[in-house]
């Protein structure tokens, strides 16, 4: 079956949130009296399970026998990053353009953030109106590697998984649609994933402009669908 839906992940994949991530948790830990700092390096290898799974990777194995303490950070962290997630995320160079040229698609976004910030950074980057369905832990009940999330959308737009390409940056990203049974994963080399993580990807690209070309290259289907740029 030719593809008809393009699945999408958000961080590292479509949007840079690496900073904003990574001073909203710097401030929850420092509120908790914690004296640590955490490096945007270090923060880039924590994200992509949401916000639960960050917070644990973030504090010591002693912090995490403290099940409250873990608790109070992740609610200071979401606090602060609901009020900030926008002050330097951007879209990845050629994002826009991408989406508005992948036209005939239906698109979609499933992300380990919570629902209602992923829908607020797409809103604010202007990137919402170029999906037909977002989908988060809230909406899907589980969280990728899961295939749920995947199946969700599909069945949401009654498509067949035979019928999805999934893209991301990390192992999560690849197991969740390889689980569910997509068509292809393409891995972005750019993200927040590392080469063990991108080797699980069926294909990879370096800039989310080379996806055109490769859906074209490795579809002949998509030959009969047109790109649009206006």
Known sequence: MPISLIIFDLDGTLADTLTDITNSLNHALKAKGLEKTLTEGRVKGLIGEGVGKLIEKAISQKELENPELAEEIKKKFIAHYKKHLLDNTEAYPWVPEVLKGLYGFKKAVISNKMYPLTKKILEGLGL???????????????????????????????????????????????????????????????????????????????????????????????????????
Do not use: Q
């Open 128 to 230: 919402a109106p170029y999906f037909d369905i977002v989908a988060g832990p809230e909406t899907a009940k589980e969280k990728k590697p899961s295939p749920a999330p995947v199946l969700y959308v599909l069945d949401k737009l009654g498509l067949d998984p035979s019928e999805a390409v999934m893209i991301g940056d990390s192992k999560f990203d690849f197991r969740s649609g390889k689980a569910a049974k997509v068509k292809c994963t393409v891995g972005v080399s750019y993200g927040y994933g590392n080469g063990g993580d991108l080797k699980e990807a069926d294909y990879v690209i370096g800039g989310i402009d080379e996806l055109v070309t490769l859906l074209y290259k490795n579809e002949p289907m998509l030959e009969r669908r047109t790109t649009r740029r206006d």
